[in-house]
């Protein structure tokens, strides 16, 4: 006689239920009957991200034990698998003795993002020894962190880690970093930083799954232009880059020809590009990006003076998905980098959603500016910039709200689609 098939049990069944629930909805599930409330529950810490200096105290009293839900079987510890905490969610949020965060060990968590100005070194320590699972690291802005934080993710296997985002720490040694890449080379998909030097960046070179790379505020005397050199010129092993977003911001060294490389390296994969604030590039390093970059979505370019009309006349022609496009402070354009943007005979509409000419007042006159807003379908926000004059920014919204009553502004000068 064959086996009888167990049937499912009635905890088991609310357990399915509440992996194919939406996120959102779990706390709805977590108050509808006791049935749902250990599953849904249990789902609910897996995400754990306090947004105020409230929520962080209860989530600690929690973790001590002080106000644990009985009916519960699992330790919380071991129910979170992402924890997200930033001190700028909460301007009230004060100095944190040591051992505030002591509770906060997470043995099967995944993703921890955790920015705080005056996080120490030690604390994070702690937390991140307590991950072996660790995936996903963002310690964005812990400005006081030294290389004593980063030390527990060499004791993870090899080739571990996918996303390692340290913007502002810039006191952990960069030889530690660069042997901690090579460390993870081979699986690291996101990397991150601040004020690097040529070894971190010949390092990073050797990740070859790397989709998504952010560098800011390089001094020359770190990065020289000869790694750079080598960064964006493919060799025999090294074939380019490939990625998806790419920042370079701030990057003192970076010149047109490193441009260039690194655009043949990723010309049909690169979605999202930010290169504000790198004063050595010039118009022919922007007009060869426009025309290349076909797939572009958000192209960031603020605070750049090689960036004339003819390079946004460009991204017209080349680059009709572009979304987001940011020209704030640069200098060299007038209305003509704009009017291709106007004309009614492209068949195709233009995707732009939003539109920042920050520091422009100057150069683009009220006029394109309006018909922008006008003639372009999918456009949602335009930044003028705080400094922007108030009559003339209401002049413009005038003038666009006779045609289509939907724009709003708010104070900084932003003009919205409701």
């Known amino acids: ?96 003795e040591l051992e505030f965060f002591e509770y906060f060990g997470f043995p099967n968590l995944v993703q921890l993002e955790f920015s705080y100005m005056a996080a120490q070194s030690q604390t994070l320590y702690k937390i991140i020894a307590a991950s072996p699972h660790l995936r996903y690291i963002d310690l964005s802005h812990c400005y006081c962190l030294s290389t004593q934080a980063i030390l527990p993710l060499f004791f993870m296997p090899h080739h571990h880690l996918q996303t390692l985002i340290l913007y502002g720490c810039g006191q952990i040694d960069p030889d530690t970093l660069a042997t901690l890449i090579m460390h993870h080379h081979q699986s690291l998909q996101c990397i991150r930083l601040t004020d690097i030097n040529d070894r971190v960046l010949e390092s990073i070179q050797q990740c070859v799954g790397l989709k998504d790379l952010g560098l800011e505020h390089c001094a020359e005397a770190k990065l020289s232009a000869g790694a750079l050199s080598r960064f964006s010129r493919p060799t025999k092993t090294y074939s380019g880059l490939g990625l998806e977003r790419l920042r370079l911001r701030d990057i003192a060294s970076l010149s047109s020809d490193h441009l260039r490389g690194i655009v043949d390296g990723s010309r049909y994969s690169l979605l999202h590009l930010d290169i504000s604030e790198c004063n050595r590039l010039s118009s022919e390093g922007f007009v060869y990006l426009s025309s290349q970059c076909v797939l572009l979505e958000t192209l960031l370019l603020a605070y750049q003076a090689g960036v004339e009309d003819e390079a946004i006349q460009l991204l017209v022609l080349h ?51 309006g018909s922008l807003l006008m003639k372009l379908p999918y456009l949602r926000e335009m930044s003028l910039g705080a400094a922007y004059d108030r009559e003339d920014a209401n002049k413009i919204l005038e003038k666009v709200n006779r045609v289509h009553p939907s724009f709003h502004m708010d104070i900084d000068r932003t003009i919205s689609r409701e």
């Open 1 to 96: 006689m064959a086996n009888a098939v167990s049937p499912l049990l009635i905890p088991e069944i609310a357990g399915l239920i509440c992996d194919v629930a939406d996120s959102r909805d779990l706390l709805s599930l977590v108050l509808t009957c006791r049935v749902f409330y250990d599953a849904a529950s249990a789902r609910l810490w897996r995400t754990l991200h306090p947004r105020s200096l409230i929520s962080l105290l209860k989530v600690k009293s929690t973790l001590e034990g002080k106000h644990r839900v009985k009916s519960l079987s699992c330790d919380y510890h071991q129910l979170i698998q992402t924890f997200r905490w930033s001190s700028r969610d909460d301007p009230t949020c004060r100095k944190f």
């Open 319 to 369: 680059c009709n998905r572009l979304k987001h496009l940011d020209v704030s402070g640069c200098r060299s354009l007038t209305d003509e980098a704009f009017r291709a943007f106007v004309n009614e005979s492209d068949i195709t509409p233009i995707a732009l959603e939003t539109l920042d000419v920050s520091g422009l007042e100057s150069e683009i006159s009220r006029s394109i500016l």
